[in-house]
């Protein structure tokens, strides 16, 4: 069963804390994408990366980290350093190609306490 | 700022009529895709549209891209109550690689 999954759904954490949210796809998808959606609005690109072992800044990378060890693996970071975290976070993946629509994951609801 | 810009921002249709909905950019792209976006869930890709195309079909979908006046529209014919959701356009810009720009969206209602 091919797709991109992200862990948890949902995910409380106490200001001042780090938090890592999971991305796993076994699509054998170069690209991996990560995404900030606040209510009513659209997605803001926080972190993207187009091969293992590399990745660029977004439009609102402050306050965020990324790994991309493995080619299946993407995981986010939000750090204390992020002054208001509480957002739905997507994370998606694409080959690395143009022309491509990207696949994404169902989403991770984190609020801040 | 972002570069696709979704008009309207909120559309309320009875089902079995059509809904458009319009989108506008502001630089060169390679393409342009639609999105769908369940409540609370992630995105599905709807349709893709290159930059020398002017119009594209899928189903019950209609895009027409206009890149004279940087413009999309999404036409969904027929509506039924199951196409209630948010509809986001998105472009990949000449310069951008394989990343791309979200609009802020459409919601889109049909009333049973």
């Known amino acids: 069963d091919g797709g991109i999954t992200q862990s948890p759904k949902y995910l409380f954490r106490k200001e001042g804390q780090n938090v890592t949210l999971s991305c796993e796809q076994n699509?054998?998808?170069?690209?991996m994408y990560w995404y900030r959606q606040d209510p009513g609005q659209g997605l803001r690109l926080i972190y993207y990366?187009?091969?293992?072992?590399?990745?660029q800044k977004g439009d609102i990378a402050e306050g965020y980290s990324v790994s991309r060890e493995k080619k299946e693996s993407f995981p986010l970071t939000v750090t204390s350093a992020q002054k208001n975290p509480t957002a739905f976070y997507l994370c998606a993946s694409s080959p690395r190609t143009v022309y491509n629509e990207q696949f994404f994951g169902p989403g991770t609801r984190l609020t801040v306490l | 700022s972002q570069q696709g810009e979704e008009d309207p921002q909120a559309l309320s249709i009875q089902e079995g009529e059509n809904a458009t909905m319009n989108c506008s950019y502001k630089?060169?792209?390679?393409?342009l895709q639609w999105y769908r976006q369940n409540s609370g869930r992630g995105l599905v890709h709807l349709i893709l549209i290159r930059s020398n195309e002017r119009e594209k079909h899928s189903g019950r979908l209609r895009v027409t891209l206009d890149t004279s006046k940087k413009s999309s529209s999404l036409l969904i014919t027929a509506s039924r109550a199951a196409d209630t959701a948010s509809y986001f356009c998105?472009?990949?810009?000449?310069?951008?690689?394989?990343?791309?720009?979200f609009g802020e969206g459409t919601q889109l209602t049909v009333n049973p």
């Open positions: 990366s187009q091969i293992v072992n590399d990745f």
């Open positions: 998105a472009t990949e810009e000449e310069t951008s690689g394989s990343r791309l720009t």
């Open positions: 630089t060169s792209i390679n393409n």
């Open positions: 699509l054998n998808h170069d690209a």
